[in-house]
C-alpha cells in the first residue's frame, strides 16, 4: 500500500476543510470580490515560486501537448467558471452564511465533481467510488445533525 499517497490524499482533505473558515475570516472587512481576487493572487504567487523554484533546481518539465485554436473556447469557459465565477460565487456565499455549514456545502463539490465525470464524460465509477461518495453524504448528514 502506498502510504505516501494516502498520507498527502488526508492532508489535502484536511487543508480543504480548513479553508474554508480561514476564507470566512479574509471576509472581514473586505467586499467578497476583493477576498476572492486576494485569493487568487495568493494562489498565482505560490505557483510562481514553485515554477520559479523548479526552474532554479533545473527539475525535469513534464510535456504536454500545446495549446490550439480549437481549445480556445473550452479554455475561456473554463478560465470564467473555474478561475472567476467559482471563487466570486464562494465568498458571496461565505459572507452570507457561517463557515461551519459552507464547509458541509462544499462535500457536495466532491459529489457533483463526480457526477459530472460519470454522466458527461462517461468515466468508468466503480463500487468504491460510489461507496466514497456514499461516506461523504453519510458524514456531512451526521455532522449536520
Given at each position: 500500500m502506498n502510504t505516501t499517497g494516502l498520507c498527502l490524499a488526508l492532508l489535502s482533505a484536511v487543508l480543504f476543510g480548513a479553508s474554508t473558515p480561514f476564507?470566512?475570516?479574509?471576509?472581514?472587512?473586505?467586499?467578497?470580490?476583493?477576498?476572492?481576487?486576494?485569493?487568487?493572487?495568493?494562489?498565482?504567487?505560490?505557483?510562481?515560486?514553485?515554477?520559479?523554484?523548479?526552474?532554479?533546481?533545473?527539475?525535469?518539465?513534464?510535456?504536454?501537448?500545446?495549446?490550439?485554436?480549437a481549445d480556445l473556447p473550452c479554455l475561456?469557459?473554463?478560465?470564467?467558471?473555474?478561475?472567476?465565477?467559482?471563487?466570486?460565487?464562494?465568498?458571496?456565499g461565505l459572507a452570507r452564511t457561517d463557515a461551519a455549514s459552507a464547509s458541509l456545502l462544499l462535500n457536495l463539490e466532491s459529489l457533483a465533481t463526480l457526477l459530472i465525470a460519470w454522466v458527461v464524460f462517461r468515466e468508468n465509477v466503480d463500487r468504491r467510488l460510489l461507496l466514497g461518495a456514499a461516506c461523504i453524504v453519510l458524514g456531512a448528514g451526521v455532522l449536520s445533525w
Open positions: 476564507a470566512k475570516l479574509l471576509l472581514g472587512d473586505m467586499t467578497p470580490q476583493m477576498a476572492a481576487g486576494l485569493l487568487y493572487l495568493g494562489s498565482g504567487a505560490g505557483l510562481a515560486v514553485v515554477l520559479g523554484a523548479r526552474a532554479l533546481l533545473r527539475l525535469p518539465t513534464h510535456d504536454e501537448a500545446p495549446l490550439t485554436r475561456l469557459a473554463v478560465i470564467a467558471a473555474g478561475g472567476v465565477a467559482g471563487p466570486l460565487l464562494l465568498m458571496v
